[in-house]
C-alpha cells in the first residue's frame, strides 16, 4: 500500500558528502516514522538513522553521528539523508523504510547505491 523510491546515491571520495532523497507515495503519512537502513557486500543489513514523521524527532546510528542528518518536509512525504564527511567504511546499498509507530521498517524502497572512495 506504501511504495517507497530512493534517490541520491552516487560515487563520492573519501571525506566529500552525499543527500539521500526518499518519497512516500500510496498513502498519508501519520504516526508514522521513515529512515534508513544500508547493506555492504557480504555483511548484515545495519541501522542508520530513523526520524518520526510527524513530529520530527530523530535518532542515529553510534557509527553516523555527528556525520549524518536525517530530516523530512511533511508536505512532500519526504525524508532526506544528509551525509557528511563520508569515509570509504559508509559505501553500502541505502534502503529507505517506513511504517507505524510499532513497526517503523514494514516498508521498504528498492536501495540506492552509495560508494565512498578512499
Known amino acids: 500500500q506504501v511504495q517507497l523510491a530512493e534517490s541520491g546515491g552516487g560515487l563520492v571520495q573519501a571525506g566529500g558528502s552525499l543527500r539521500l532523497s526518499c518519497s512516500a507515495s500510496?498513502?498519508?503519512?501519520?504516526?508514522?516514522?521513515m529512515g534508513w537502513f544500508r547493506q555492504a557486500p557480504g555483511k548484515e543489513r545495519e541501522f542508520v538513522a530513523r526520524i518520526r514523521f510527524a513530529g520530527g524527532s530523530t535518532y542515529y546510528s553510534d557509527s553516523v553521528k555527528g556525520r549524518f542528518t536525517i530530516s523530512r518536509e511533511l508536505r512532500k512525504n519526504t525524508v532526506y539523508l544528509q551525509m557528511n564527511n563520508l569515509k570509504p567504511e559508509d559505501t553500502a546499498v541505502y534502503y529507505c523504510?517506513?511504517?507505524?509507530?510499532?513497526?517503523?521498517?514494514?516498508?521498504w524502497g528498492q536501495g540506492t547505491q552509495v560508494t565512498v572512495a578512499s
Open positions: 523504510n517506513a511504517g507505524p509507530y510499532a513497526d517503523p521498517s514494514a516498508y
Open positions: 500510496g498513502r498519508t503519512f501519520s504516526a508514522y516514522a
